[in-house]
Structure formats: structure tokens, C-alpha cells
């Protein structure tokens, strides 16, 4: 895959400089990325454009990064996880647990609109092995999690008794990873009336019922 100045996409997670003044050089270049990529996408967002967006040369541009690909892979480098949904632990079960899940829904999207990398993210991983390999292994990590909160909650027996918690777990984080694209300028994603519909996955209508009330 090629990018709009020319240059295949063949950068790796780039070393943090050591000075100081180097130091934030790139992070003014990280935070142009950030803020170009969110606003043009990242096809339309060229290595010219962050430098001059940063108020720095072209040049100084490529002393930090090879290409655009790199610096992208430092913002998200040590972030994936913030991209993903919020995992739905046992301590859901403390208090109502659409109340609460709806709670950590909110503050994922929230998040998420504010990072505004969430959509370029999208946007490379079928272009770009290595990066979909990395969000592959932080999601497989993700449902490892919700699985074993899905599995404390069954042995407890709140859940229904036919469960299929691999399969749950999976539907459970799709539906949550699809958050960002119910919002729109005008609103946000209804997100009681999605915690609604996991609880129902999870609980028979009387332990959730039995749960709201030790809330």
C-alpha cells in the first residue's frame, strides 16, 4: 500500500527521542497527526500537511518518522486498548447492571469521539497486516476478559443455563465496538437501550430483576 506522498507503508513503532526540545517537536508532530487524521482521514492527510500543521519543516518531519504509517502507529501504539469497549466485569453485578453498563458505554464513546482516531483505525486495518494483527491480538485479549466475567457470573448462576459464553462474549463486543458509528452530530448512541439488550443476552428476567433490586 502506498500513501499520498509516495512512500510505501513499511514503518515500525518509532524510538522516543531523548532531548528534550526533540521530545516535543514530536509531540507537536504527534498531536497534527492526531488532529489531521481525525478531521481529512488518513488518506487525505500527507506527511507535508502534519509539518506544516506542527509549524515545522517537512524535513523535520521525516528526523521523526519515516512516514505517515509511523507516526499513526505512535499515537495508537500504547492506546489500542482505549479503542476498545469496556470490558463488562462481575462488578457490574454490585448494583444494577443496566445502570452500570450503560455507565461504562457512555464514558467508552465519550472517549473515543475524543481521541477521533477510532474511524482512520478502521480505515487501514484491511490495508495493513501488521497493525490488524496488533488489534487482533489486543480484541482476542478483550474477550478472553469478558468470557471469564461471563463465566464468574454462570457459576454463580445469574446467567441463562444454555449459555454459550464464547459466542456471547464475541456478540457482546461487536455490538459494543459498533458504539461509534450510532453517533451522529445531533446525538448519542442510546446507550441504556444497549445495555438493555446485553443484560437480556446474559440474565433470565428474574435474576436481573433480582439484581436491580440489591442495588
Known amino acids: 500500500m502506498i500513501d499520498r506522498d ?9 524510538s522516543l527521542p531523548k532531548q528534550e526540545r526533540a521530545y516535543q517537536k514530536r509531540e507537536a508532530l ?7 487524521f481525525s478531521e481529512k482521514g488518513y488518506e487525505q492527510t500527507t506527511a507535508k500537511d502534519i509539518a506544516a500543521h506542527a509549524n515545522v519543516a517537512t524535513g523535520t518531519f521525516y528526523r521523526y518518522f519515516c512516514d505517515k504509517r509511523q507516526l499513526l502507529m505512535a499515537l495508537i501504539k500504547d492506546q489500542l486498548d482505549r479503542f476498545m469497549p469496556p470490558n463488562p466485569n ?15 458505554l457512555k464514558k467508552h464513546d465519550q472517549r473515543l469521539d475524543k481521541l ?60 459494543t465496538e459498533k458504539l461509534p ?12 437501550a444497549i445495555a438493555k439488550i446485553i443484560c437480556r443476552l446474559v440474565f433470565p428476567p428474574d435474576i436481573l430483576k433480582q439484581l436491580k433490586g440489591n442495588s
Do not use: C
Not at 6 to 14: S, T, Y
Not at 30 to 36: F, P, V
Not at 186 to 192: A, C, D, F, M, R
Open 6 to 14: 509516495g512512500q510505501p507503508l513499511i514503518g515500525e513503532f518509532p
Open 181 to 192: 458509528e450510532r453517533r451522529t452530530d445531533q446525538s448519542e448512541p442510546n446507550y441504556h
Open 90 to 104: 462481575p462488578s457490574w453485578m454490585n448494583h444494577d447492571p443496566e445502570i452500570g453498563l450503560a455507565s461504562m
Open 30 to 36: 504527534l498531536e497534527s497527526g492526531r488532529k489531521l
Open 116 to 175: 477521533g482516531l477510532h474511524h482512520v483505525l478502521h480505515e487501514l486495518l484491511p490495508h495493513d497486516p501488521e497493525l490488524a494483527q496488533v488489534y487482533a491480538e489486543v480484541r482476542k485479549k478483550l474477550h478472553g476478559s469478558i468470557y471469564e466475567g461471563l463465566l464468574q457470573a454462570q457459576k454463580l448462576g445469574y446467567t441463562w443455563d444454555d449459555l454459550e459464553l464464547t459466542e456471547v462474549a464475541w456478540s457482546i463486543l461487536i455490538l
